[in-house]
């Protein structure tokens, strides 16, 4: 089962994901290739796969990618070769993605294997407030860059089974917990 989190930069989508891992046996993720530079908090493998931009350009050539766009200025895509070894290991994958990715690997892979999508939803000036507070500190132009997706973002929640406003990280965790487990107990009886 592929469990996909999305929402715009700041949404929390990592913050769960990590909640996640730590909580659920059967959880693991899957951390996308890109070109941008680690930031401090980022662990190699873990919350990406750093690459250059002409290594991700090679794997769009040679088309070892599910689905891959170009968000915030930077190369972002998720590895066929990554997730298949996950889906073939059992376990519950849990993946943030942006909207973009979402309709990507949806389309692709929604006959080979359970997708559940997931969107967490925060107001726009709250959103400006957690960006604003990062340990990373973006610069006030990505910023504004990141606020401004935020309309299409929202435009794309029809592709979600689930959209949920995260403004209480506990009760958030919980309510996808909730979520996981009822999807997968549902799978396991089909």
């Known amino acids: 089962m592929l469990v996909i989190l999305s929402g715009v930069a700041g949404a929390g989508k990592d913050t769960i994901k990590k909640e996640l891992l730590k909580r ?12 941008r530079p680690p930031r401090a908090t980022d662990v190699v493998g873990e919350t990406y796969n750093f690459v250059t931009a002409e290594e991700f350009e090679k794997m769009i050539q040679a088309g070892e990618l599910y689905e891959y766009s170009v968000h915030h200025n930077h190369y972002y895509g998720t590895s066929k070769k990554l997730l298949n070894e996950k889906i073939q290991s059992g376990k519950i994958i849990v993946k943030d993605i942006d909207v973009n990715g979402t309709e990507g690997l949806v389309n692709l892979l929604k006959n080979d294997v359970k997708i559940v999508t997931i969107f967490l939803r925060v107001p726009k000036d ?3 407030r957690r ?6 500190k973006p610069s006030i132009k990505e910023i504004e860059l990141r606020l401004n997706r935020f309309d299409y973002e929202e435009s794309k929640i029809s592709l979600y089974d689930y959209v949920l406003k995260n403004n209480d990280l506990e009760k958030t965790v919980q309510i996808i917990m909730t979520i996981i487990e009822n999807e997968y107990k549902m799978q396991q009886k089909n």
């Open 24 to 35: 659920m046996d059967k959880v693991t993720t899957l951390p996308s290739y890109t070109d």
């Open 126 to 128: 709250e959103l400006r």
């Open 131 to 136: 960006l604003e507070k990062r340990e990373d």
